[in-house]
C-alpha cells in the first residue's frame, strides 16, 4: 500500500544573494507560492535580521541559514570539475573560447595543449558533463541532510546555483545554494533551479548535478540549457524575468519630482551611466569620469550625466564625479542587509531603476544587462566598447566583453549600438537625444527575443512553474533517468 503523500507541500529555497530578495521574494513568485499555502524554507543569508524577518515570516514560512563552503578534499574535486567544464564551455560558446584565450594569453604553449583538450571535450562533451555531475553527487558534502531528513522536502529549489567561482571564502558567498541542490540530489530529491539572468548558461558556470526543472528568461537560454549543458527540452520552462515585472508599471515617479530626487533640471534630457561589478572593467570610475567631461565639452549644461553604480561596486570611488556640475552619482540596491555582499532592492530601488531608465534620454554601459532594462521601457542603448586608457591587448579590453555570446545576441538584434571612442559615443547620444525613435523597432526586437515578456507576470510564470514541479512525478521519472 503507498503511504498518502501530504497535502500540504514542502519546498526548500535557496537566497545566498540579496537580488535573489529582489528576484524572488519581492515578486509574485513568492506571493504566489505562499498564497497556494506552500511551506516555504528559506535558506537566506539574512533571516536573522528583524526586517527581514517582518516582511517575509508567515505561518508556512520558515528561515534557515545557509551553510559556509565546505573545507577537505571536495575542494579538489570541486576545482577538476570546474575545469572540465571550462573546457566543454570552450568548445560550444564564443565566451568559453574567450575565456580560454585570456588565460592563455602570452603562452603558446597552453593555447595549442588547450585547443587539444577542448577538441577532445567537443566529442565527447555530454559524457564529461555526466562524469562530472555523478562525481559531484557521489563525492559532494551532505550540508543540509539533516533539514532535509526533518521536514522532508518535496522539491529543493536553487536561485544561484551555476559558478565559475572558486569554492571557498568570500567568492563562494554569492553560489552556496549550490550545496543545498547536492544534498537534495544526494537524497533523490527532486531539484529545480531559477536562473537568475540571461548570461549564465554561457558564461557563469555548470549545473553542480542535472537539475530536474529550470526557469529561464527566453527561448535563447532554452537552446543553451540544452545544446551547452545537455538538459531534456522538457524540463526548461520559459517564464521571462521577475526583475523586469516592475517594468510593467513605470514610470512610478513624475519627471519633475524624479529629477527633483538627483538635482538635475526636468526641462534637460540626461544621460545614464552603469558600471560593472568593481574590478570588471579596469578604471571604471576613470572611465565615467572621461565620459563626464566630454559630455560637458559636446553639451554644455544642456545635458545632465548619472553615474547609477552597480550593487558589487562602491560608491566611494566615484567621489570626484560628483564635484562635477551637472553630474549625480546614484546607488542600486536600497543598502545592505544581513550577511549579503551586494545591496538589496526592495520595491522602491527597483522603481527607482524603472524611473531612472525611463526618464533618461539614453543608456550607456560597458556590457551590462542594464541595456535589456533600457529597452524594455523604450529607451535607447549603447555600448561602451572602448577602454579609458586607449586601446588594450583584447584579452584586456572591454570590447572582449561584447563578444561574449549573450553579449553578442544583443548586438546582432541591431538594438545596442556599439561605439569605439568617446567621441563616437557623444554622437551616437546626440542623435538619440534628437530622435529617441532611431532603432526602436531592433529595441523591441531585443526585448521579445531577451526578455520575452515585459507585462508583469514573470514572477507569476515561476510560480506556475513550480506548483506544476510539484504537481508532477519528477521525483521519480526524471531522476530515474540519470
Not at 555600448?383 to 586601446?391: K, M, R, T
Amino acid at each position: 500500500m503507498t503511504e498518502a503523500r501530504p497535502s500540504v507541500r514542502t519546498v526548500f529555497i535557496g537566497i545566498p544573494m540579496a537580488a535573489g530578495v529582489r528576484d524572488i521574494l519581492r515578486t509574485d513568485a513568492f506571493r504566489t507560492l505562499r498564497n497556494a499555502g506552500v511551506r516555504l524554507h528559506l535558506f537566506t543569508r539574512a533571516g536573522h535580521v528583524p526586517g527581514f524577518q517582518d516582511e517575509f515570516a508567515g505561518p508556512n514560512v520558515h528561515f534557515h541559514a545557509l551553510a559556509p563552503a565546505p573545507d577537505g578534499a571536495f575542494r579538489r574535486i570541486d576545482h577538476a570539475v570546474h575545469r572540465l567544464f571550462m573546457l566543454v564551455l570552450s568548445s560550444r560558446t564564443r565566451t568559453g573560447r574567450i575565456y580560454a584565450r585570456t588565460r592563455s594569453a602570452g603562452s603558446p604553449t597552453v593555447r595549442v595543449l588547450h585547443a587539444v583538450a577542448v577538441a577532445f571535450a567537443s566529442r565527447f562533451g555530454n559524457p564529461l558533463l555526466r562524469l562530472s555531475r555523478w562525481a559531484i553527487r557521489r563525492f559532494g558534502p551532505d550540508l543540509y541532510g539533516a533539514h532535509i531528513r526533518r521536514l522532508r522536502p518535496d522539491l529543493v529549489i536553487g536561485t544561484r546555483v551555476l559558478t565559475l567561482a572558486a569554492n571557498r571564502g568570500p567568492a563562494a558567498e554569492p553560489y552556496l545554494d549550490r550545496y543545498l541542490i547536492i544534498s537534495a540530489a544526494k537524497h533523490d530529491l527532486p531539484t529545480m533551479v531559477l536562473v537568475p539572468s540571461w548570461d549564465n548558461l554561457t558564461s557563469k558556470g555548470f549545473f553542480p548535478v542535472r537539475p530536474d526543472r529550470i526557469t529561464v528568461w527566453n527561448e535563447t537560454m532554452r537552446r543553451e540549457a540544452v545544446e551547452v549543458h545537455d538538459l531534456p527540452p522538457e524540463s526548461v520552462w520559459v517564464t521571462g524575468a521577475p526583475q523586469h515585472d516592475v517594468y510593467a508599471g513605470a514610470p512610478y515617479a513624475s519627471r519633475d519630482d524624479f529629477c527633483a530626487t538627483l538635482g538635475f533640471d526636468p526641462a534637460k534630457p540626461y544621460l545614464v551611466y552603469a558600471t560593472q561589478t568593481e574590478g570588471t572593467i579596469p578604471d571604471e570610475p576613470r572611465l565615467a569620469l572621461q565620459i563626464a567631461q566630454a559630455v560637458r565639452q559636446r553639451f554644455g549644461d544642456s545635458l545632465h550625466f548619472l553615474v547609477r553604480v552597480h550593487q558589487l561596486d562602491r560608491l566611494e570611488r566615484y567621489g570626484e564625479l560628483r564635484k562635477l556640475p551637472g553630474v549625480a552619482v546614484d546607488a542600486a540596491g536600497a543598502g545592505h542587509l544581513g550577511e549579503y555582499r551586494d545591496r538589496v532592492f526592495d520595491r522602491e530601488a527597483s522603481q527607482r531603476l524603472a524611473d531612472t531608465l525611463c526618464h533618461g534620454a539614453v543608456a550607456a554601459s560597458t556590457a551590462s544587462s542594464i541595456s535589456i532594462d533600457a529597452a524594455a521601457v523604450g529607451t535607447p542603448v549603447v555600448g561602451v566598447c572602448f577602454d579609458v586608457d586607449g586601446e588594450r591587448p583584447y584579452e584586456r579590453s572591454v570590447r572582449r566583453y561584447f563578444d561574449f555570446t549573450h553579449q553578442a545576441n544583443l548586438v546582432r538584434s541591431g538594438g545596442l549600438r556599439l561605439v569605439s571612442d568617446i567621441s563616437k559615443l557623444m554622437d551616437a547620444v546626440e542623435r538619440y537625444v534628437e530622435d529617441p525613435s532611431l532603432d526602436s523597432d531592433a529595441r523591441r526586437k531585443m526585448v521579445e527575443e531577451q526578455a520575452f515578456r515585459v507585462d508583469g507576470g514573470a514572477g507569476q510564470r515561476v510560480a506556475e512553474a513550480v506548483l506544476d514541479a510539484l504537481s508532477s512525478p519528477i521525483g521519480s521519472a526524471l531522476h530515474n533517468r540519470r
